[in-house]
């Protein structure tokens, strides 16, 4: 652990946390360059200090601040990746940089597709980016057609609307017209289908087929694979996802949804363990909805079969187990710990950590004590499932009590 205190018992990080609450982001960023001097590798620190310098407008300094950074192995710094590339975008699109700020967004929405803030930023520096391969969507299903990138019209979908975009795929309602039924048909974007985008592509097609290997109604179903037109067909589920829920529901969840939720949703990871495989991204973006508690997982595009090698990739980082933010691979331990963390965001309206804890640094393994206490009042028959699935020890997770019915 980076100790803080100089030589003379100095505390430069105390003492930025009170510039900052004190509205002074020149005293701020003065009192961790201080620190940075005496510890050079405290990376959360770094981060931190190339905030509050593009806060006052120092954005060389800034950039000359995180110079090296970007070379960090991300399966052992994903939270510091993340934070990394939101503050190299914001000092690309300042100064100019366009195309490489959009890249940086779009890295960010592969995280979590729901980032308000990258999405905003996407829409506005590629207002008129549509799918490869499609012509303009009309709202109703009389609209266009599907056409694959070599100009072969896929006349068996017809497009109906945009459902979701993320930085590797686009999502649309369509109609199956040889099934006569609605689908959802995701579409990978142009710029992941060459050959020097060959990971990108494997791991589309690849997640894409772990799901169709796994037949079982908590995880969506996968009707077609067709690499030529780069699309896939999934099964439509139109309650939205988790992540929209949280949103209309600002204070949590009531306890019996989140109940049932938690007994669907670890029935279905036992289910995909014991036939070896890890989601390896759980979070509300990709748990879909069919009905109140009824969750539904999706995008299996970091999911790996259990040691079949490359379990270290992937995942979003408010998500991750604590071993893996210290750089462990992915194992049925860590989709369990995700789990843990999404079915407290259901009882608690908001994650259980916060883009800022994971600026300063690792957060505390054990649950800290406000989040027991809060589990307690919102949710008590879950509180004791909740927090075994948190549990630091990899090992407990599998221990873990029964869901109350």
């Known amino acids: 652990m980076t100790e803080r205190r ?15 609450r004190a509205g002074d982001p020149f005293a701020a960023a003065l009192a961790l360059r201080r620190h940075l001097d005496r510890h050079p590798d405290d990376t959360g620190a770094r981060l931190r200090f190339a905030r509050f310098l593009i806060g006052t407008g120092e954005r060389a300094a800034a950039r000359q601040a995180l110079a090296g950074m970007e070379g960090l192995p991300r399966a052992s710094h994903q939270g510091l990746h993340a934070t990394l590339d939101r503050l190299l975008a914001e000092l690309d699109e300042a100064e100019g ?13 592969a995280d979590d597709i729901d980032d308000p803030e990258a999405r905003a930023h996407l829409a506005r520096l590629r207002p008129s980016v ?10 109703q299903t009389d609209g266009a057609t599907l056409v694959s990138p070599e100009g072969v019209d896929a006349l068996r979908y017809r497009l109906v609307r945009e459902i979701g975009r993320g930085a590797t795929a686009t999502v649309y309602l369509a109609r199956d017209e040889a099934l006569d ?46 690499e030529a037109a780069r699309a896939l067909a999934m099964e439509w589920i139109p ?10 529901r600002p204070a949590g969840l009531d306890a019996g949804e989140i109940a049932e939720a938690a007994r669907r949703l670890l029935a279905t990871l ?14 509300p973006s990709n748990l879909l909805i069919r009905e109140p508690g009824d969750l539904v997982l999706a995008d299996f595009g970091a999911a790996a079969l259990i040691g ?14 604590p071993e893996q933010l210290r750089g462990a691979p992915r194992a049925p331990a860590t989709d369990l710990y995700a789990a843990g963390a999404v079915l407290f965001e259901m009882a608690a ?57």
Do not use: C, M
Not at 239 to 248: D, F, K
């Open 6 to 20: 100089g030589l003379a018992g100095e505390d430069h990080v105390a003492d930025a946390d009170r510039a900052e």
């Open 97 to 109: 940089l366009l195309a490489s700020a959009a890249l940086r967004w779009e890295r960010l929405l």
């Open 130 to 139: 549509n799918p490869p391969g499609a012509t303009e969507l009309a709202e």
């Open 181 to 226: 039924l609605h689908v959802a048909l995701k579409v990978l974007h142009p710029q992941l289908a060459g050959a020097r985008q060959s990971e990108a592509l494997a791991r589309f097609f690849g997640g894409a087929r772990l799901a169709a290997g796994v037949r079982h109604p908590g995880v969506v179903a996968i009707y077609d694979v067709d």
């Open 239 to 248: 309650g939205g996802t988790l992540r929209a829920r949280l949103r209309e």
């Open 270 to 283: 036992a289910f995909l363990h014991a036939r070896g495989v890890i989601h390896g991204d759980l979070k």
């Open 308 to 321: 079949a090698g490359g379990e270290s990739a992937g995942g979003t980082p408010l998500y991750l187990a």
């Open 349 to 405: 309206g908001r994650p259980l950590r916060s883009q800022a804890d994971l600026l300063r640094g690792h957060p505390a393994d054990a649950l800290p004590a406000d989040a027991r206490a809060l589990l307690a009042a919102r949710v008590p028959a879950l509180s004791p499932l909740i927090a075994a699935l948190l549990d630091p020890d990899p090992e407990a997770r599998g221990r873990k009590p029964e869901a109350s019915q």
